[in-house]
């Protein structure tokens, strides 16, 4: 592949950057704002990169784009690029036993508000020269971001089947419980089966979810299909709908208290495992390594 016209690697690396962009987002507009850049910006190293390789990448759909046969064939060779960039910052960042530098850590609205602050508070505390980089999405979408090399580490619901390019940690095993508000019929109804809860509308994660797939896994193969009233990927949402009494839903035990109650269901028991996922061809770097050394003591003692 020829090089951009000015010979500068950082231009080239730019382009790159911005060609990914544009290229997962579909759009210029968001691509700018995703980089911090401006539009203008965005379509300037676009048009580096499309007059250096002698091709157009884009097919410019009103105000959307898509990927021409050439920007089909540069994807996998620019995400590869800047992976390399990536890795050899990396490596030579590891040469030096400071700890400091960037850290991408991307993890889910539930992991950040319940399990991360202690940790990330000791964390800054000791390491004030690392700049961390935290953004929150789904665990499934966290997964991705972390095989495509955009977080070093990924702090989530660890799937059940993990992609092969991804290596996981273990870190906290999270039971799960049903949940009601006080008033609900099952709250007081005793001994309560699996059929005694399908009778009642469910409030559950979105279907793909890894938890989702894990709580269905058990009930559906006892019971069939549930009355789903409402699906939402936030678990807190999840659970103040339960409170104020629109449905049973599956929560973490320590979300259960006060307007939100257990109720025992005989024969199910539920439970997922919260950890770490980070590339497994990616070199750790000394701040991730410390965080992960955090994660683990804070694992070990609740």
Known sequence: MESIPQGNTKVEIQAYAAFLAVAELASFSLAAERLHLTQPAISKRIAQLEAALGASLFDRLGRRVALTEAGRALRPVAERILRDVRETRQVIANLSTEIGGPLSV??????????????????????????????????????????????????????????????????WDDPLVIAVAP????????AVTLDDLGQHPAILPAVGTYTRTIIEATILQ??????????????????????????????????????????PVEGLAIRRTLGIVRHAG?????????????????????
């Open 282 to 302: 990616r070199t750790v770097s000394h701040a991730a390594g410390a965080l992960m050394d955090l994660l683990g003591e804070a694992a070990d003692h609740p």
């Open 183 to 190: 008033d609900h019929p099952l709250a007081t109804q005793g």
């Open 106 to 171: 991307v993890t889910s609205h539930h992991i950040g508000l319940r399990r991360l602050p202690p940790v990330l508070r000791d964390y800054t505390r000791h390491h004030p020269r690392v700049r961390l980089d935290l953004a929150f999405m789904d665990s499934e979408q966290a997964c991705q971001a972390v095989e495509r090399g955009e977080f070093e580490l990924g702090i989530v619901t660890l799937p059940l089947r993990p992609a092969p390019a991804l290596a996981i940690t273990p870190l």
């Open 222 to 263: 006892r019971h069939g299909a549930l009355d789903v009233i409402l699906e939402t990927n936030y678990l807190e949402t999840l659970r103040t709908m339960v409170a104020i009494g629109l449905g049973w839903s599956a929560l973490p035990r320590q979300m259960v208290r006060g307007d939100v109650v257990e109720v």
